[in-house]
């Protein structure tokens, strides 16, 4: 079994006796986690902890699938808090108003949270702080969320780096703090104060009927998440670099939604994968680049806040992509009845366990946005209602990344063969059996899932014959770069 390097929490006789009349909040939010928890440990230095998840406009703008999946990790959070003789609070509103008003009700005189990287959550933050802090409440944001923060690595003239291989480079010697361990025990107010029920949220509601077929596949909270990356680490890793694109076999960490929600840290991952890498494990190293993959999205968003609205390379604004997102072609994508079969598998494991494997996300977004010539945004918009493990800056820069407005050297011009994709990385059809009933082969269990998980609107039956393609893969390609060359001569 490899563990993240680890570091223990200690509260010096002191250090305890000055802090334990002192009431602090924790203003959780996209932390899930007790370990490697900074703002956590801050407050359970300093004394009793009131713990606190706020539903605010931040939460409510989500998609279907991300609020189902939170709803799983509230709930799996407030039973590891539970078991340290602590509560999870529950209230609605803006923070501001929600923290003044716990701070009032409990006499905290701290509030701590971990820090989001986003233009919108950022801006919240800088609001909160200034009002505690004009109420005399001391307010404080830590690290967590990333392995560096996004202003500390700079191209040596200064300035974000705007090329995956070279921020590579610049960050795989860096030091990652050892992780801190949890708490055994919380000190916890004399009077807690109410909560609202999680359940009278019905954040899954949105999912209708499909909620039940994707928890089935979700298996939510730190220790799951821990317990998947103890496996990957003891049995995967080591082929990891030759296996990760393959549909057919399962290769990968399955961390994506857990570190999607902070219930394991990049920081437990790194560490990890180093350990592994020191072992000889021959794919840690390609793990490591993966999870530095997810930083450089972050770095990118962090500089380029406008990068999941607008096209990161503003030349490309005057490319013209249908946006219609009642075009029969976006329809037929979102539907899975494209008639390309790798595609159709692709959407169809996503409705029924709220994922998509890495390499068919590149493969159904370049159809989209390639053969299809539809624009980036529907799919982004559509990925990031369907998908559990959303991720704002990963989704933004892997859709650009393949409709070739973002940042890859080779935009445009990449256009993956659904056809060549299918027979090298699901050389025997496993994939496509597992997803698609009738033409490739037995009703499976996952195949079957999908016409229980889709709305009943859309009325796909068992009984439907395979869908005939929308566009020839040939036409596509020409049509393809026949737009791209009219684009580049204007």
Known sequence: M??????????????????QNQISILWVRRDFRLANNAALVAAVKRGAVVPVFIRDASVDALG???????????????????GLGSRLILRSGTAAEVLETLAAETGASAVFWNRLYDPRSVARDTDVKALLKDREIEAQSFAGALLFEPWTVETKTGGPYRVYTPYWNA????DVAPCL??????STAEDWPQSEALAEWELSRGMFRGAAVVRRHV??????ALERLDEFTDTLIAKYKVDRDRLDIAATSELSDALSLGEISPAQCWHAGRRAMQEGAAGAEHFLKEVVWREFAWH??????????????????????NDDANHPHFMAWCRGITGQPVVDAAMRELYVTGKMHNRARMIVASYLTKHMRMHWRLGLQ?????????DLASNAMGWQWVAGSGPDAAPYFRIYNPETQAQKFDPKGTYLARWLPDAFGDHSDASMSFYDAVPKAW???????????????????????????TYKTQ
């Open 219 to 224: 298996s939510a909270g730190e220790h799951a």
């Open 382 to 390: 559509w990925f990031a209602d369907c998908l559990v493990d959303w």
């Open 300 to 321: 990118l968003l962090w500089h380029y806040p406008h990068m999941d609205r607008e096209n990161w390379r503003p030349e490309w604004d005057g490319f013209v992509w």
């Open 459 to 485: 009325k796909a039956y068992i009984t439907d014959a395979p869908a005939e393609p929308l566009v020839s893969l040939t036409e596509g390609r020409a049509v393809a770069l026949a737009a791209y060359e």
């Open 2 to 19: 490899i563990q993240a390097a680890i570091s223990p929490v200690t509260v010096s006789k002191d250090e305890g006796l000055m802090s």
């Open 64 to 82: 279907s699938a991300p609020k189902l999946r939170l709803e799983m990790a509230i709930g799996a959070f407030a039973e590891a808090l539970e």
């Open 181 to 186: 361990t949890p708490p055994l025990e919380m």
């Open 171 to 174: 960050v795989r010697g860096r």
